[in-house]
Each structure stands twice: as C-alpha cells, then as structure tokens.
C-alpha cells in the first residue's frame, strides 16, 4: 500500500502561483510513477502531468505546458507541482496518484490515489 497526501492548495489570484506538494508512505516506492490530475466541477478527471522513479517526465497537458512543471525529491519521497501564471480555468480538485506500472496519462493505469486539494483562482 501506498499512501498520498496532498497539500498547498488554495484561493489565489489570476495570474499567481501555487505550488502543490503530495507525501508519499508506506510499502517501498521504488520504481514508481508518480503523476497529477485534475478535475473541475461538472467535468471529468484529467491528467496534468507525470513523473517516473528516473525522473522522465510525461506531459504535462497543453493546457499548462509553460506553466506547471511536475518534479520529485527522492529524499522525502514527495512530488511536487509547480503551477505558474494561473487562470481561473485551472479550477480544480487536484490529485496526486502512484502506479506501480508504468508512466502514462491514463487514470486508470494508477493504483493509489490521493484525498484531493482545492485549487480555486480567481479572476
């Protein structure tokens, strides 16, 4: 089992900046993927971006790219969101995920999840 706790989300303005931090615990984290989704009211879940164990990057969507950046610290075992210029569209529930597969932008390839953090910019 593996555990995630997400943190740093909040109300910001257009055009600031948030950074999302998302722990992770429990059995050995080697070789595992670690990615970001998002989903907004009345929409469905979407990926954001991915990280793998050897720091190859998936993503992020063409709705953040220049904007958000994914990265990890191996150390703390954390995956962090970097997410600049923000708009009021990137409103959302966002979610930190594991697999143990592989790297993909498909939900359905990640087996731990997350309990979700509040992200709301306003504009």
């Known amino acids: 089992q593996v555990q995630l706790v997400e943190s740093g989300g909040g109300l910001v303005q257009a055009g600031g900046s948030l950074r999302l931090s998302c722990a992770a615990s429990g059995r050995t984290l080697g070789g595992i993927t670690m990615g970001w989704f998002r989903q907004a009211p009345g929409k469905e879940r979407e990926f954001v971006a991915a990280v793998s164990w050897s720091y190859a990057i998936t993503g992020p969507v063409d709705s953040v790219k220049g904007r958000f950046v994914i990265f990890r610290d191996h150390a703390t075992n954390t995956v962090y969101l970097q997410m600049n210029s923000l708009k009021a569209e990137d409103t959302a529930v966002y979610f930190c995920?594991?697999?143990?597969?592989?790297?993909?932008?498909?939900?359905?390839?990640?087996?731990?999840w997350g309990q979700g953090t509040q992200v709301t910019v306003s504009s």
């Open positions: 995920a594991a697999s143990t597969r592989r790297s993909s932008r498909n939900s359905y390839d990640y087996d731990y």
